[in-house]
């Protein structure tokens, strides 16, 4: 249901209604049931208001009614005001007149305990028999002053009302939101749109992005998020989003440690919930901001609408110092700032001879004597060095009133020829100046730093946006799955049937099968503990290398049972393989219980989980993308043929992560984890050489 387009349709009479009931209106402006007419009534709301008050004719100077029943029209969104004993009988009221969507801002629910979440049960099975949109209960409720509704209790409103603009605020959180709204406001940023979900017993934070996206006055989603429960509703808003090309910026709190509950998978322990959000909104294009002050800057930033794809950093200065600022910036952000074309260099060397070209170009001083230097600096830096992005840092001189307004003017020529740039401004000036310039089209920003994460969080977002679609998926591979965990010999087995290649090996149920096994196979060889109750060998020395003869294999037989017995393993089994070579990976599978199956990928060994250079991807996808996971990590160089190493076959290492991902993705919920680690990456393809598998126990039979 959350997939469908029209199930975000749904919430159109609840954010942007023709009619509205408050159930408990009040004649005080200042309580819960009479903030909202109050507000309303101020702000203009063109529909009609009816207030619900059994002891009252008229509330606020409107007409009041006794009951749901007496009401003289069915709205098109109710808002319930009332305590929580009396909420359920008035959504009976509602759905039995055929109101479509409540906004329920009564608490007392599943946020107190078990009664209370027992309750809130009941809310949402009249709403679902009746085929209502509920929105809370426990949330401070919504407002859209494009039409003047303001289902809404928050005091902040009583500071000042929204600036027009395309900004929606989508969060679970309600004071968070209205905190986000006011320092928008008070920056002069527009957000006319913002919904709190509260409990999100029906309606859901994925529903409310997803409206958003569909929404043709919003142009930007900033979005709170203290939890995911809805993944695949969740999913669809981004997706919904990106075919919009609508940013969203969303900061999530909270880090969960649910996913390195797994006792077996290393997969699990690395991923956790955090790690899984950011590789689904990284899969989205979404943006994730670490603070409340990055979340307004992106949010601003992206209401420009301009996005490059390929996004370079021009910076034109008067301090060399801010330069150097202003890179360590760019380049923590991974924003690129290539040099400036030698002949335009040349060229401004001679206009300044002490100036410094190369980028950021630092026009020194001289810009006191003669203001034009602006615009013939930043005019090359946009026709010679071609950077989507430019910043110019001005400080205090771009809003002096002697040099200021010439500035802004020699900018805003530049800007005027090429209005597909994205041109930011630092400076220090009163909030009027800031104002003008952004009249003009600049992003001003005081802190040159935040500039810069803003500037490469639009490129980011470019990328996303001018990204082609997957290629289509082959079909997934079927598995006959075992009833219980498999040994990691059977895993293998289970592996290559999904064409997942691994080391040549044998499973050897006596000393005399196990030399067998390395004779044919060749000195050296592995052996290893076998056993489907030994998920991680090497704890308990379960793994010999380099048995180089015959009189080895034997003598290792005996060490591996022996420590085998003296771990308690109850017939301990022993596997040969071929010994090989390569750089060690990692690829796994954990179960998430919001996303589904996310595959992981990183350098092997047992040192993967202390350094945490991985990348994660929802599952499925093809080789490109597990290509771009591959190069990704921060080691990929020792992959791609560092210091004179021979390079591996990524495209075969590509091959085998996409396969994996199909694998798990047809599993379904049976499959709880899968390690491979090590995986083996070679110049002539790659090898399993070690597999642990974790079935569901629950659902086996």
Same mark, same amino acid.
């Given at each position: 249901?959350?997939?469908?387009?029209?199930?975000?349709?749904?919430?159109?009479?609840?954010?942007?209604?023709?009619?509205?009931?408050?159930?408990?209106?009040?004649?005080?402006?200042?309580?819960?049931?009479?903030?909202?007419?109050?507000?309303?009534?101020?702000?203009?709301?063109?529909?009609?208001?009816?207030?619900?008050?059994?002891?009252?004719?008229?509330?606020?100077?409107?007409?009041?009614?006794?009951?749901?029943?007496?009401?003289?029209?069915?709205?098109?969104?109710?808002?319930?005001?009332?305590?929580?004993?009396?909420?359920?009988?008035?959504?009976?009221?509602?759905?039995?007149?055929?109101?479509?969507?409540?906004?329920?801002?009564?608490?007392?629910?599943?946020?107190?305990?078990?009664?209370?979440?027992?309750?809130?049960?009941?809310?949402?099975?009249?709403?679902?028999?009746?085929?209502?949109?509920?929105?809370?209960?426990?949330?401070?409720?919504?407002?859209?002053?494009?039409?003047?509704?303001?289902?809404?209790?928050?005091?902040?409103?009583?500071?000042?009302?929204?600036?027009?603009?395309?900004?929606?605020?989508?969060?679970?959180?309600?004071?968070?939101?209205?905190?986000?709204?006011?320092?928008?406001?008070?920056?002069?940023?527009?957000?006319?749109?913002?919904?709190?979900?509260?409990?999100?017993?029906?309606?859901?934070?994925?529903?409310?992005?997803?409206?958003?996206?569909?929404?043709?006055?919003?142009?930007?989603? =900033? &979005?709170? @998020?203290? +939890?995911? $429960?809805?993944?695949?509703?969740?999913? #669809? %808003?981004? !997706? /919904?989003?990106?075919? *919009?090309?609508?940013?969203?910026?969303?900061?999530?709190?909270?880090?969960?440690?649910?996913?390195?509950?797994?006792?077996?998978?290393?997969?699990?322990?690395?991923?956790?919930?955090?790690?899984?959000?950011?590789?689904?909104?990284?899969?989205?294009?979404?943006?994730?901001?670490?603070?409340?002050?990055?979340?307004?800057?992106?949010?601003?930033?992206?209401?420009?609408?301009?996005?490059?794809?390929?996004?370079?950093?021009?910076?034109?200065?008067?301090?060399?110092?801010?330069?150097?600022?202003?890179?360590? =910036? &760019?380049? @923590?952000? +991974?924003? $690129?700032?290539?040099?400036?074309?030698? #002949? %335009?260099? !040349? /060229?401004?060397?001679? *206009?300044?001879?002490?100036?410094?070209?190369?980028?950021?170009?630092?026009?020194?001083?001289?810009?006191?004597?003669?203001?034009?230097?602006?615009?013939?600096?930043?005019?090359?830096?946009?026709?010679?060095?071609?950077?989507?992005?430019?910043?110019?840092?001005?400080?205090?001189?771009?809003?002096?009133?002697?040099?200021?307004?010439?500035?802004?003017?020699?900018?805003?020529?530049?800007?005027?020829?090429?209005?597909?740039?994205?041109?930011?401004?630092?400076?220090?000036?009163?909030?009027?100046?800031?104002?003008?310039?952004? @009249?003009? +089209?600049?992003?001003?920003?005081?802190?040159?730093?935040? %500039?810069?994460? /803003?500037?490469?969080?639009?490129?980011?977002?470019?990328?996303?946006?001018?990204?082609?679609?997957?290629?289509?998926?082959?079909?997934?591979?079927?598995?006959?799955?075992?009833?219980?965990?498999?040994?990691?010999?059977?895993?293998?087995?289970?592996?290559?049937?999904?064409?997942?290649?691994?080391?040549?090996?044998?499973?050897?149920?006596?000393?005399?099968?196990?030399?067998?096994?390395?004779?044919?196979?060749?000195?050296?060889?592995?052996?290893?503990?076998?056993?489907?109750?030994?998920?991680?060998?090497?704890?308990?020395?379960?793994?010999?290398?380099?048995?180089?003869?015959?009189?080895?294999?034997?003598?290792?037989? %005996?060490?591996?049972?022996?420590?085998?017995?003296?771990?308690?393993?109850?017939?301990?089994?022993?596997?040969?393989?071929?010994?090989?070579?390569?750089?060690?990976?990692?690829?796994?599978?954990?179960?998430?219980?919001?996303?589904?199956?996310?595959?992981?990928?990183?350098?092997?060994?047992?040192?993967?989980?202390?350094?945490?250079?991985?990348?994660?991807?929802?599952?499925?996808?093809?080789?490109?993308?597990?290509?771009?996971?591959?190069?990704?990590?921060?080691?990929?160089?020792?992959?791609?043929?560092?210091?004179?190493?021979?390079?591996?076959?990524?495209?075969?290492?590509?091959?085998?992560?996409?396969?994996?991902?199909?694998?798990?993705?047809?599993?379904?919920?049976?499959?709880?984890?899968?390690?491979?680690?090590?995986?083996?990456?070679?110049?002539?393809?790659?090898?399993?050489?070690?597999?642990?598998?974790?079935?569901?126990?629950?659902?086996?039979?």
């Amino acid at each position: 249901m959350n997939e469908s387009p029209a199930h975000f349709a749904s919430l159109t009479p609840m954010i942007a209604p023709r009619s509205v009931a408050i159930l408990g209106a009040s004649t005080d402006p200042t309580r819960i049931g009479g903030r909202p007419i109050a507000y309303m009534k101020r702000r203009g709301f063109a529909g009609r208001i009816l207030p619900v008050n059994p002891n009252r004719a008229e509330v606020q100077g409107l007409p009041a009614w006794p009951s749901v029943a007496a009401l003289p029209e069915v709205p098109d969104v109710a808002i319930l005001a009332l305590s929580a004993s009396l909420a359920e009988a008035a959504m009976g009221e509602l759905a039995a007149s055929g109101v479509k969507t409540v906004i329920a801002l009564s608490a007392g629910f599943a946020e107190v305990d078990e009664a209370g979440a027992a309750a809130q049960a009941r809310l949402v099975a009249i709403a679902r028999k009746a085929g209502m949109r509920l929105l809370g209960p426990n949330c401070l409720g919504l407002f859209n002053d494009r039409i003047g509704f303001y289902p809404m209790f928050s005091a902040s409103l009583e500071n000042g009302w929204p600036v027009p603009g395309p900004i929606g605020i989508a969060s679970q959180s309600g004071a968070f939101a209205t905190h986000v709204f006011g320092a928008m406001r008070d920056r002069g940023i527009g957000a006319q749109l913002c919904v709190t979900t509260g409990n999100e017993a029906e309606v859901t934070l994925a529903d409310v992005i997803g409206w958003m996206a569909e929404d043709p006055e919003t142009e930007v989603i =900033a &979005a709170y @998020a203290e +939890g995911i $429960a809805d993944g695949p509703g969740f999913i #669809a %808003a981004l !997706a /919904a989003a990106r075919a *919009a090309r609508k940013p969203v910026v969303m900061m999530k709190v909270g880090r969960s440690a649910r996913g390195s509950a797994a006792a077996r998978s290393h997969t699990g322990a690395i991923a956790g919930d955090d790690r899984v959000i950011d590789a689904v909104l990284a899969e989205f294009g979404a943006i994730r901001a670490r603070t409340t002050e990055e979340l307004i800057d992106i949010a601003y930033a992206a209401t420009r609408r301009i996005t490059p794809a390929r996004n370079t950093l021009g910076v034109i200065t008067i301090s060399g110092g801010a330069g150097v600022l202003i890179s360590d =910036a &760019a380049e @923590a952000v +991974g924003l $690129a700032m290539p040099d400036m074309p030698e #002949a %335009a260099q !040349a /060229a401004l060397k001679e *206009a300044v001879p002490f100036s410094a070209p190369r980028n950021p170009v630092d026009c020194t001083a001289q810009i006191f004597n003669d203001i034009t230097l602006v615009g013939r600096f930043a005019d090359a830096m946009v026709e010679q060095g071609g950077y989507a992005s430019i910043l110019a840092f001005f400080s205090g001189m771009g809003a002096a009133p002697s040099m200021g307004p010439a500035a802004r003017a020699q900018l805003r020529a530049v800007l005027d020829r090429h209005p597909d740039r994205l041109m930011a401004v630092s400076l220090i000036g009163p909030p009027q100046v800031h104002r003008e310039y952004e @009249a003009d +089209g600049f992003l001003v920003f005081e802190d040159p730093t935040r %500039a810069v994460n /803003a500037l490469a969080a639009m490129g980011r977002l470019g990328a996303a946006f001018a990204a082609p679609p997957p290629a289509p998926l082959p079909p997934f591979p079927t598995i006959p799955w075992p009833a219980t965990n498999p040994d990691e010999h059977q895993a293998k087995r289970l592996l290559a049937a999904a064409g997942i290649p691994a080391v040549e090996e044998a499973a050897c149920a006596t000393e005399q099968e196990a030399v067998a096994a390395a004779e044919a196979f060749g000195f050296p060889v592995v052996m290893k503990l076998l056993s489907p109750e030994l998920a991680h060998k090497s704890e308990i020395g379960g793994v010999l290398l380099n048995i180089a003869d015959a009189d080895a294999v034997r003598a290792g037989h %005996a060490t591996l049972i022996a420590r085998g017995r003296a771990a308690g393993l109850r017939e301990p089994g022993i596997l040969v393989a071929r010994q090989v070579a390569g750089v060690e990976c990692i690829m796994g599978i954990h179960r998430d219980p919001v996303f589904g199956s996310v595959a992981l990928f990183g350098l092997g060994g047992v040192f993967v989980e202390i350094l945490g250079d991985v990348a994660l991807r929802r599952c499925p996808f093809g080789p490109a993308e597990a290509e771009a996971m591959i190069r990704s990590i921060r080691a990929a160089p020792l992959l791609t043929g560092a210091r004179g190493r021979p390079p591996c076959d990524i495209a075969a290492l590509a091959a085998t992560l996409s396969r994996l991902s199909l694998l798990a993705h047809g599993a379904g919920p049976r499959l709880r984890s899968i390690d491979l680690n090590p995986v083996f990456a070679r110049p002539d393809g790659c090898l399993v050489a070690d597999a642990v598998i974790e079935l569901d126990p629950d659902d086996a039979g």
